[in-house]
């Protein structure tokens, strides 16, 4: 028998307000277990917010923070079974690096050699091994940064949580920690919370992606379905880029809807909350770069979109990066990706195409 399983953390209507400010309304959230959740959304937005109420340094005004079943928000953060790897790390320069790991274990009064075990074991987990009698002022940053982690795992939380954790690292080693973060995190099945502006970073990381705008959830989902299919104007411009097209709602049957755009007249597929428009409506529909194509690449299912102008062109290896003006007048700015081996030219016409399925239709 299917059983509904308490998820591991539940975040009922959290909201916090300052004086003059709302930084977080109406939040909520279920995180399961071994599942590792990003919040994304940029500066502003609410995420340190949330994640400090969930890890108890900041109170909600409203709302309740539920782990293992237990409400705990009234409870300080030594008392949760949540750990947090901090934005500048908060490492403490004078100890030794072994003493900085097991420093959360010593304030639960952990014995001083079971806190060396633990913390040369984290510290292997980390790539760090060997590393314990080092002081933390001969470290580089990405050491520093996996040091900050080793500190959050020693103490084996149910919930790790991260707030920009890898925004202190160079490009490289970004890229490189992303995918060592998944695998600690796989390898030691806990739920992990991490907090980023970076939307590739998101993706890189994340089983779901929460969108934050504004102290609020603008979408949720997996990455390739926000990136695939985003909820809102915001999150179709704020994941990656896009080309977002004023529309018209023709006619609707059911949930196929005739749309008329400068590019043409399309029949799309809506999502829910387009099942209630009624003709007349104006809404955005979402074409991503990477899904418009010249006439000689274009799939078979493709539809003409007329033709477009090239007026700026940077070759970026996998494609050139394009823009063009197209639609009646040419009134419509569209961002293109070009084959490489394409030589295209600035004032050349090109007939472009897209897929009607490739077409999201926004509402909100
Ligand atoms: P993010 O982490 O997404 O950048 P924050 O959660 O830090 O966003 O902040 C959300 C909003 O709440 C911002 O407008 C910020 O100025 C405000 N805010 C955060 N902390 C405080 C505070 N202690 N006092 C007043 N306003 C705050
Ligand atoms: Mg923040």
Redesign the pocket.
């Known amino acids: 028998m299917a059983e509904t399983k308490e998820p591991l953390v539940r975040l009922e209507g959290l909201c ?1 307000s ?7 309304e109406r939040f909520d959230l279920s995180i399961a277990k071994g599942e590792f959740v990003v ?1 994304l ?12 109420m969930l890890g108890g340094f ?1 109170e909600p005004s409203e709302g309740r923070v539920l782990i293992e079943g237990a409400d705990v928000t009234a409870l300080p953060p030594a008392k949760r079974p949540t750990a947090t790897v901090f934005q500048d790390y908060a490492l403490f320069p004078h100890m030794s690096v072994r003493a900085n790991v097991g420093f959360g274990l010593a304030m639960r009064k952990v014995s001083r050699v079971a806190r060396d075990i633990r913390a040369d074991e984290v510290l292997k987990l980390v790539g760090l091994e060997g590393f314990g009698s080092r002081r933390v002022h001969q470290l580089s940053g990405g050491q520093r940064q996996r040091v900050a982690l080793a500190r959050a795992i020693a103490v084996k939380p149910a919930v790790l949580l991260l ?2 954790p890898l925004g202190a690292l160079d490009l490289a080693l970004r890229r490189q920690m992303q995918e060592e973060l998944v695998h600690i995190q796989k390898r030691l099945g806990t739920s992990f919370v991490h ?1 980023t ?1 970076d939307q590739e970073e998101a993706m890189s990381v994340a089983d779901k992606i929460v969108v ?1 705008n504004k ?1 609020r959830v603008e979408d949720r989902g997996t990455p390739s379905r926000i990136y695939r299919r985003p909820a809102s104007l915001f999150t179709a411009t704020f994941m990656g880029e896009n080309n977002i097209l004023p529309a018209k709602l023709v006619a609707r049957s059911g949930d196929e809807l005739t749309v008329e755009t400068a590019l043409g007249r399309f029949l799309l597929v809506g999502g829910e909350d387009a099942s209630a428009l009624q003709p007349g409506a104006a809404l955005h529909v979402a074409l991503r770069p990477e899904q418009i194509f010249p006439a000689a690449t274009a799939p078979e299912d493709a539809v003409p979109l007329g033709a477009a102008i090239l007026t700026e062109l940077v070759f970026q290896g996998t494609h050139w990066r394009a823009h063009a003006k197209a639609g009646g007048k040419g009134a419509l700015d569209l961002l293109l990706r070009l084959p490489p081996d394409l030589a295209p030219a600035a004032g050349e016409a090109l007939d472009i195409l897209a897929r009607p399925q490739d077409m999201t239709v926004l509402t909100r």
Not at 18 to 24: K, L, P
């Open positions: 916090k300052y004086d003059t400010q709302v930084a977080v919040l959304g940029p500066s502003g937005s609410g995420k340190t917010t949330v994640l400090s900041t707030d920009e907090v502006h934050m102290g």
